[in-house]
């Protein structure tokens, strides 16, 4: 065998280790890039379970509390509440506010399977059937503008919507 057929073989070997080494490597850059899916996936997935964890707590704080739920369906009713009890209310709508904002924010920000504008239209919902908490609003609107401009600017035009509606 001459140097010559040496060379030739050494060449076939390289190409050889050349194809294989891009194989290997679509393999691996394929198998990254679906893992980087699945993380995107669970990232969704995860925002929406804390999303839906948010307006939890807020539900939960009525149903568990019947004070709370009373305080409220006296705010709606027009009648009149002491000073404590305005407190409590203005706590438990500053509470879903945020949530709200955060939820919205989160929505934007990691691909929640539930869209930003649901965030708005459960917001909207509740103040539609408690028109207490549209007065509390505006009141606590600056500290929600700080989270999200954009969340409170949507609830805002939800808002004139509903007035100019009625």
């Known amino acids: 065998m001459s140097i010559q057929d040496l060379g030739a073989i050494g060449e076939l070997v390289g190409a050889v280790a050349v194809i294989a080494t891009l194989?290997?490597?679509?393999?691996?850059?394929?198998?990254?890039?679906?893992?980087v899916e699945q993380t995107a996936k669970f990232a969704g997935l995860q925002a929406t379970a804390t999303l839906m964890g948010n307006y939890n707590h807020w539900r939960e704080l009525l149903l568990s509390n019947s004070e709370f739920a009373s305080i409220l369906v006296k705010a709606n009713k027009g009648a009149d509440l002491s000073e404590e009890e305005k407190i409590q209310l203005a706590a438990i709508f500053q509470e879903l506010f945020l949530a709200g904002a955060f939820a919205y924010l989160s929505s934007q920000k990691s691909g929640s399977l539930q869209p930003v504008s649901s965030d708005v239209d459960y917001l909207i919902g509740y103040l539609r059937e408690n028109p207490s908490g549209v007065e509390i609003w505006h009141k606590f609107k600056s500290t929600v503008q700080k989270v999200s401009p954009e969340f409170a600017a949507a609830i805002d035009r939800s808002l004139e919507e509903e007035q100019h509606d009625n």
């Open 23 to 35: 194989i290997y490597l679509a393999i691996q850059t394929r198998q990254s890039r679906i893992a």
